[in-house]
């Protein structure tokens, strides 16, 4: 079989503990066959072969994305499916190349269900907008699929007919044994809760902010955005989700506001000011490794500010100065 056949077989068994064997041999294919990736690392002049742990490996800046098509075994297949960034109309957005849209669905649902349990046991409903109307959005598919695999009657998306989404909620409400979730990027959370009101058929739901305010609305700590949606959602926590259209995993915040990575994802900090300084370190800016990103590519120096816990745990502080403000949960 080929080197591609067996990792994937092999993902859905990671672990905290094979996690870096794992990735390093994802990291030397990638090396060798994503062309991107290899013609960087040669301008550095690091050698795949000396990269002994993980902190040696070099991540690919996140704006290859927008430049190039960062494809693993490019001879080998053609995209199924387009991911690309939200933005306004004047960024360059991010362009993502799926070779098999099912591994992006059935990984986000794995995701999903070791933190928040079956698909089967919720009702989605989404208020996302900007991503409808601007398509190819990695989020409206991972919702869309999990609703459809939830079995739920009620249509998924809103685009901004707050009443029909207040009259879906109060019906999923009824549905027996089932939780509901309202999935909202942030600026259209706020302008629901603040025509809705503490409505009755808003109190008892988890709400999933994506962050984003698309310049709508101006731009908030999370902690200020969380306690004036709880005024209209009830005291409970606000979840979040931190993803974007360069990964195909996703990390979630399960309303402490600290994200926790699941097994396919790894967050390390480095200095912001110096790229390859890569440690043990509290606060510092994010590279991201996504083993799911086995044919774009797994090893990614983002533009976002992080703190990272003793349990794991990391918050998302911002973003770095003179970089793309996007649409996934990256809070300033």
């Known amino acids: 079989m080929s080197f591609r056949t067996d990792f994937l077989q092999a993902l859905p068994t990671v672990t905290a503990s094979s996690f870096e064997a794992a990735a390093l041999a994802l990291f030397r294919h990638q090396a060798a066959h994503c062309p991107p990736y290899a013609e960087y690392l040669q301008q550095l002049g690091r050698k795949p072969a000396a990269m002994a742990q993980l902190a040696d490996i070099p991540f690919l800046p996140i704006e290859f994305f927008k430049t190039h ?99 879906a909620l109060a019906d999923a409400k009824r549905v027996s044994g089932c939780r509901v979730m309202l999935i909202g990027v942030s600026y259209a959370l706020l302008d629901f809760a603040a025509e809705a009101g503490a409505a009755p058929e808003l109190q008892g739901l988890t709400v999933l902010e994506t962050g984003g305010m698309k310049g709508r609305r101006r731009e908030m700590i999370r902690e200020e955005l969380h306690a004036e949606l709880q005024q209209a959602f009830g005291p409970a926590g606000i979840h979040s989700e931190y993803g974007m259209t360069e990964l195909l995993s996703q990390a979630y915040s399960l309303g ?77």
């Not at 669905?105 to 928040?116: G, K, L, M, S, V």
């Not at 991503?131 to 939830?150: C, H, I, K, P, T």
């Not at 500010?305 to 990256?330: I, K, P, T, Y």
């Open 69 to 167: 098509e960062v494809r693993t075994e490019p001879a080998r297949w053609e995209a199924q499916e387009l991911f690309l960034s939200s933005g306004t109309t004047l960024q360059q957005r991010s362009r993502h190349l799926v070779r098999d849209p099912a591994l992006y669905r059935e990984n986000a649902a794995r995701i999903f269900e070791q933190y928040y349990g079956p698909l089967s046991g919720w009702v989605f409903l989404a208020l996302l907008p900007s991503y409808l109307e601007q398509g190819n959005s990695s989020l409206v598919a991972m919702v869309d699929y999990f609703a459809r695999q939830s079995g739920q009657a009620q249509p998924a998306f809103f685009l901004h007919d707050h009443a029909a989404l207040r009259a």
């Open 256 to 332: 402490d506001g600290r994200f926790h990575s699941p097994a396919p994802l790894r967050v390390l900090l480095r200095d912001p000011s110096d790229p390859f300084s890569i440690g043990d370190r509290k606060d510092g800016a994010i590279n991201v490794i996504d083993l799911a990103n086995i044919d774009s590519c797994a090893f990614i120096e983002t533009k976002d500010l992080a703190r990272m816990h003793a349990d794991g745990g990391f918050e998302v502080l911002g973003r770095m100065d003179n970089s793309d403000v996007r649409g996934c949960n990256q809070m300033v």
